[in-house]
């Protein structure tokens, strides 16, 4: 949202205003210093759960749909490739716990890089939560689907941003880096912008019925 990483408050109040029920975010959440303090008030604006327990924010968030349905939404980092404080594993089970006694509806944004990393929570979580939805790695996949356990899941949701460039950055630049080695300000790409995400449906339980993954291109 900031300028290719990261998120502002000012930023976090108009996507909210937009329409937006909750915000999840993920490895670029210290990108910008001045949300830390706007994370340790706000209620529909969560960060992962395992990050060091020392900063600011929470991974869980409990709000009303339009219809007055109850969700929670939980947010938490993949370990592989990441260097992340703590397991997801280690402090999944508490969340959902505590998800699940405050809401029916339960919804997942398991930020990470490693398809093996999502595939396994989702499983883990099949048949506990509504739906496991993957990001971090831009590219939606093609996996989005219903557990046997009523859990919905895709392994990433995709990216919503400019889709002609290397993951969101201006294609040169990020090849330059990749050429030379050498430091290179990434800057945001423009062309072929796509809103990428995953629709579930589910009954008034929380279990999962459906789930389909979404690319709507913006003219
Ligand atoms: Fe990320």
Known sequence: MADGAGITP????????????????GNHVWRRREIAPYLET???VVRPANLASSTPGRGL???D?????????????GQLFMGTHTSPFEVVDELVEEARSAAKVVLVDFH????????????????KVTAVFGTHTHVQTSDARVQPGGTAAITDA???????????????????????????RFEPAHGGVRIEGAL???????????CDAVRVPVP
């Open 10 to 25: 000012r930023l976090a109040d108009r996507l909210l205003a937009a329409g937006a029920d909750v915000i999840t975010l």
């Open 42 to 44: 706000a209620e529909r």
């Open 61 to 63: 968030a409990v709000v």
């Open 65 to 77: 749909a339009e219809d007055g349905t109850k969700v929670a939404v939980l947010n938490l980092q």
């Open 112 to 127: 990470a890089e490693a398809t093996s990393e999502k595939i396994a929570l989702s499983r883990e979580l099949d048949g």
């Open 158 to 184: 995709g990216m919503t941003g400019p889709h002609d460039s290397v993951i969101g950055v201006k294609a040169e630049l990020a090849i330059g880096r990749m050429r030379t080695g050498m430091g290179v």
């Open 200 to 210: 579930v449906e589910c009954d008034a339980d929380g279990r999962a019925l459906s």
